[in-house]
């Protein structure tokens, strides 16, 4: 199954009212699941892990280079509850620019209304396009540009007062 046969089941899904849907074709596992208003599908991919090894293996070094200072980023971590998380809906890479040779889609102080694009996440050779789902003003970007990002990970602190 590719991206786009599983783009368009997400959307079918997404217009039938049909509250989740599960389907497995050989090791590909996926699990589509709707809120009650329908507009934002919650979806799970589970395939094999060769991918998982490699991920592990960045990621540890960061961890281990900043044990001295789990005492700061606690005071920050308060901070941020009064603002709305934007997640990656897809596995993907986050670009931050429509092109190389473009600005910014939203800077850190940036004012965002609903439907707004803020960045693209490239998966499998096509980019697709993050909306935003609330207005307010960006007070964070989570993520680097040119960045891998996993599905449901933080991207922006919106602040929608």
Do not use: H
Not at 28 to 43: A, C, F, Y
Not at 56 to 66: C, G, H, K
Not at 124 to 134: A, P, R
């Amino acid at each position: 199954m590719d991206l786009k046969e599983i783009q368009n089941l997400i959307k079918f899904v997404s217009n039938s009212g049909v509250a989740e849907v599960k389907l497995e074709t050989g090791d590909v596992k996926i699990t589509i699941r709707t809120t009650l208003e329908g507009n934002t599908p919650d979806i799970t991919y589970v395939q094999p892990a060769p991918v998982a090894p490699v991920i592990s293996q960045v990621a540890a070094p960061a961890p281990a280079a900043a044990p001295a200072t789990p005492a700061a980023p606690a005071a920050p971590a308060a901070d941020d509850a009064k603002y709305i998380t934007i997640k990656s809906p897809m596995i993907g890479t986050f670009y931050r620019k429509p092109a190389p040779d473009k600005s910014p889609f939203v800077e850190v102080g940036s004012t965002i209304g609903k439907g707004d694009v803020l960045c693209v996440v490239e998966a499998m050779k096509l980019f697709n396009e993050i909306e935003s789902e609330v207005s307010g003003k960006i007070v964070k970007i989570l993520v680097d540009d040119m960045s891998p990002v996993e599905f449901d990970q933080p991207l922006f602190l919106v602040d929608p007062s």
